[in-house]
């Protein structure tokens, strides 16, 4: 039987409309959700205009690059290290550079070595004494190493562990209670993907950043009742001093800067990632390239091609140091 041209033509008419209208409604739907999306980011994001920011190793690399790129968001920085002239000579460049968006500060400095307990305690009183209180505790500081675990001394094992891994978490818990107390704070972790992975003959180094992963971690979990955020970053290589200040086997400096680490990321790149990680209270972030990265998942998905890998890459670095 034929049907007549006027029903067909009304069929048509009325699933174009019901097409129409389904359409609208995802249509509004997506809307909906990227509008809530938006203004869920932007409620997270944290402001650090006056926010009191600490970064361990604001020296040098890195951990420079941010006390840089904090300034310039309105941060009252206090800067930690070693070394009070190099730390003095970045208090005058920031209070050099002026920027119209924010309201800038004068730094503060706080020298300690953390690989000393004792001076950590002290460092952490007279960190809390420059504003009473801290809002975000950037653990940056650290060091690498390079060595074959078959030559490399205990001591130099826990040298490593001592800078990278107790003397953070000591510094940590000293400033927590301030922050428990207010119900507030941030502590953001620079680790490395060495700290998801281990390469070889980077034992000690890849050990400290499993720990400071590890910990930190555990610390997210517990906080999260007081309202105080961790953020564990985990970059690639970044084109830094790292690799000449490593500590080798024997406990002597390294001193060679490596192709991987000279090829790196500029740190001030690096150090915007940082920023804007802690503005959106990142919980664990890779800031490292597609290879790395896909290390990563194999390493937990294939275990067994990740091990026949890093073990083709220790043949290829022993054959390379024989010849
Ligand atoms: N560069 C990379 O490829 C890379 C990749 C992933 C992760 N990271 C991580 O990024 C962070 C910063 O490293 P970087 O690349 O910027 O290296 P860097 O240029 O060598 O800076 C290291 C900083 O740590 C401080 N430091 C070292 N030993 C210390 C100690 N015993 N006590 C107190 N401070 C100490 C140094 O300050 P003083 O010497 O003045 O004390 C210096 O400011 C490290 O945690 C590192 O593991 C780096």
């Given at each position: 039987m034929l049907r007549s041209p006027r029903r067909s033509v009304s069929k048509y008419w009325g699933m174009d409309k019901m097409f129409g209208s389904m359409a609208s409604v995802l249509l509004v739907g997506l809307g909906g959700l990227v509008l809530y999306r938006l203004l869920q980011r932007l409620r997270q994001k944290a402001c650090l205009q006056d926010a009191v920011v600490v970064i361990t190793?604001?020296?040098?690399?890195l951990g420079k690059e941010c006390a840089r790129v904090f300034h310039a968001a309105g941060a009252k920085l206090i800067l930690c290290g070693r070394n009070r002239n190099l730390l003095q000579e970045l208090v005058e460049e920031l209070g050099a550079v002026a920027d119209s968006k924010h309201k800038t500060y004068t730094a503060s400095i706080v020298t300690f070595d953390l690989s000393k307990v004792e001076e950590v305690a002290q460092a952490a009183e007279d960190i809390l004494k420059c504003?009473?209180?801290?809002d975000v505790l950037i653990n940056n500081a650290g060091i690498s190493f390079r060595g074959n675990i078959l030559n490399t001394h205990i001591d130099v094992h826990k040298e490593v562990m001592e800078i990278n891994y107790f003397g953070p978490i000591a510094l940590t818990q000293a400033i927590l209670p301030s922050m428990v107390q207010r119900q507030r704070g941030q502590v953001v972790v620079i680790s490395s993907i060495q700290g998801k992975i281990s390469i070889p003959f980077r034992s000690a180094y890849a050990a400290s950043k499993h720990a400071t992963q590890a910990y930190f971690d555990c610390l997210r979990a517990e906080l999260e009742q007081y309202g105080i955020k961790v953020s564990v970053l985990s970059p690639g290589?970044?084109?830094?001093?790292l690799s000449l200040n490593a500590v080798t086997g024997n406990g002597s400096k390294y001193g060679v800067l490596d192709r991987n680490t000279a090829e790196g990321r500029d740190p001030w790149e690096v150090a915007g990632a940082v920023l804007e990680a802690t503005e959106r209270r990142r919980k664990d972030a890779m800031m490292a390239g597609a290879i790395p990265c896909l290390a990563v998942y194999i390493r937990t998905l294939w275990p067994s091609l990740f091990f026949r890998l890093m073990a083709g890459r220790a043949r290829k670095e022993h054959k390379a140091k024989d010849q």
């Open positions: 190793g604001a020296s040098s690399g504003h009473g209180y801290v290589y970044i084109r830094t001093s």
